[in-house]
């Protein structure tokens, strides 16, 4: 007989615990500082803005969040604040918030949640965290976006807490009908009531103060292929050609964090990539852009020139004790520039030197929360309090004053985005920069785009990727994706080819996988799957000038591209219930298959009219129907009324301009949008762009131009009605 130790319980803590479930009473407010209301109308909404400042301590100046400054007219200290929303100091260290939460409210937004759409009934932290597993533990992920849109139909309001400070917001968890936001922090905030208003003006009047995104690079949209590490030029060189020869379209390749040397920032390896320069050059005569992974860290190596001069410059993040913070990354020991001081943000953009000779297109900002291997979980167990700035892990400095880290966490990724912004914008100025990021906060719109991290080649993850990306859609950040395929496991073909299938509408179209997984390029099985994704990704290619013209339509009013139903039927009960479906602008409703060796699925059709993407019998709305959809089809369905503007076959978005462009009409009468550009400089900005109104009346397609200053006279134009396809004179 084997005699083991019985195991020992500490019931001191099983006690405390066994009791901790119990609501807090409602602790006395401990305030004592200023604060202030406003009032305001943005973009036709009425914002009120509550701004509390603590006595005696530093305040973060100028918000990193708010774009753009609005005329606040002051309001009495005692109006009432919509949705009984009271807050206090109730630590020092911890502010709460206080909201009733009616049946029926829907909560979206708050960035990356690993959630349904309706973020109701649970706790939500947001503190940027490297979060490897996404489960239903899961709470922290790698955005923290402390924007929610409490949905009710054509009443709808929007929160905005301005604080970069962790915060954890429970909508709702004990089904009381209340809602708490805890803020850890000892600095000022501000608080943004937006509404009541429709969902839609929520997010214009929410993107009015954060930012608007711009206009990405065309090719941006087209198909990206990435993978943890294509480790020599030889293979890069080689999966282009194989793209090329298999005639699959691909405008981006990346060069993951292998390209370096020893994982060196603003370096290349010169055993594995000798020819860097000469590299980028040929896959740029084949119409690739490549772009380069950038992490913080920064290799300590007193012989490592960007190491030295962030020491010198004093550009790094500090201890308590006033030396380097030193963490562990891929490089090993490793610095992290305090992107709070502005010169280090000048510094860092000014590096982008090295890329930007080397004629990368563009850079994907990764293990910005920041990541740190030997400190994973950023925030201490069970906190109820911000930890005291010894325990923040490091410090920043803000004009000179000294800030915990914890304090400005969230700002982090968003911050390394804007000096990447701000280098590429200097280097290339009538360029339009693309930028890929991890972490982000509010307002990241402005400097880059963001995928959802290391998700898994899990069905559940493909299926998830719907209701997240929604999510982000309504936290302001339309620009966005998860790694197609997933990152970790193997993907397995029927699921990479259903993985597609959705992905193709994604607005960001990245292919990306781990170091560890199967090749996972669409060639890399086989025939029959290479045929149906080759298929697909046409798919994609025809969807782009629709996809562009919704970009410029969100440029002006932030309404994302992936829709939840609700966007367009607010009043519909059972639409609001849909996250398993979306909308692609108002006009395309997308229903996947997300599960293994399924061929059919329900979907339900909003109102009106729906045609099959791909022809067949049009399906009538305010139903849920029983569909088919084989691997390898198209899972959408076009409103009747709609037109949808569309390219013919290209390999990359090189070919775009000389492609035709077809208005295919879905309807007897139909009306549409239609945006083009250049489709890569500013010049949109000065007004050199073109839009039309599109409209079918018994059976002829008019087109009134809103704005002509682009010339388009190289341009082919077509209209497709009822099947039948002849050219089309735009102008
Ligand atoms: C992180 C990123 C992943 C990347 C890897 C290596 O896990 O999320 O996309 O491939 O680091 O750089």
Known sequence: MIETDAPTY??????????????????????????????????????????AHPEGLLRLADSFMVHHKHDWKEESAGVGLPLGLEWQQSKDGRFDFF????????????????????????????????????TEFADSLY??????????????????????????????????????????????????????????????????????????????????????????????????????QRKIPCDTIYLDIDYMDEYRVFTHSPERFPAFTKMIEDLRAQNFNVITIVDPGVKKDEKFPVFKKGLKDNLFCKTQDGEVYIGQVWPGHSAFPDFLKPETRKWWADNHSFYVKNGIAGIWNDMNEPALFNLTRPLPDGMDALPAESA????????????????????YGTLMCKSTHQGLIEQRPNERPFILTRSATAGIQNYSAVWLGDNY???EHLAKSIPMLLNMGMSGVAFCGVDIGGFFGSCPPEMLIRWYELGIFYPLFRNHCWLEGRAQEPFAYGEKCEMLLRKLIETRYGLLPYIYSLFHEHTTNGAPLMRPLSWHYPQDRIAANADDEFLLGENILVAPITERSKSCRNVYFPEGLWHP????????????????????????????????????????????????????????????????????????????????????KEGQLSAVSVH???DSAGRKYAVDIEGKNSSFKLS
């Not at 909560?107 to 990356?112: A, P, V």
């Open 10 to 51: 500490d019931w001191t803590t099983a006690r405390q615990r066994r009791k901790s479930w119990k609501a807090e009473e409602r602790p006395k407010n401990l305030f004592s500082g200023e604060s202030k209301v406003g009032k305001c109308q943005v973009a036709g909404v009425d914002v009120l803005k509550i701004a």
């Open 99 to 134: 909201f009733s939460l009616a049946d029926g409210i829907r909560c979206f937004g708050l960035g990356e949640r690993f959630s349904t759409l309706d973020l109701r009934g649970a706790r939500h932290t947001l503190c940027t965290t490297d979060e490897t597993k996404h």
């Open 143 to 244: 955005k923290a976006i402390p924007f929610m849109v409490l949905f009710d139909g054509d009443n709808s309001y929007g929160f905005f807490l301005d604080s970069p400070a962790p915060q954890r917001w429970d909508l709702d968890s004990e089904l009381n009908c209340e809602g708490k936001i805890e803020l850890f922090t000892r600095q000022g905030w501000s608080m943004y009531v937006f509404g009541p208003a429709p969902l839609p003006s929520i997010l214009d009047s929410f993107s009015a103060v954060t930012g608007k995104a711009k206009m990405p690079p065309l090719w941006s949209l087209g198909h990206q292929q990435c993978r943890w590490s294509y480790p020599d030029e030889e293979t890069v060189r080689e999966i282009a050609t194989e793209f090329r």
């Open 392 to 411: 923040q892990h490091f410090c920043h400095s803000l004009d000179d004053e000294r800030l915990g880290h914890l304090e400005v966490r969230n700002l």
């Open 457 to 459: 080649s899990w069905y």
């Open 613 to 696: 993407f791909n022809g067949g019998t049009p399906v009538k709305g305010g139903q849920t129907l029983a569909v088919e959809i084989p691997l390898g089809s198209v899972p959408a369905f076009v409103r009747d009324g709609s037109i949808i503007p569309m390219a013919s076959a290209m390999q990359s978005t090189a070919e775009y301009e000389s492609c035709t462009i077809t208005f295919k009409c879905f309807g007897k009468n139909a009306q549409g949008m239609y945006f083009e550009d250049d489709g890569k400089s500013f010049d949109y900005e000065r007004g050199v762009y073109n839009e039309w109104q599109l409209s079918l």
């Open 708 to 710: 002509k200053s682009f």
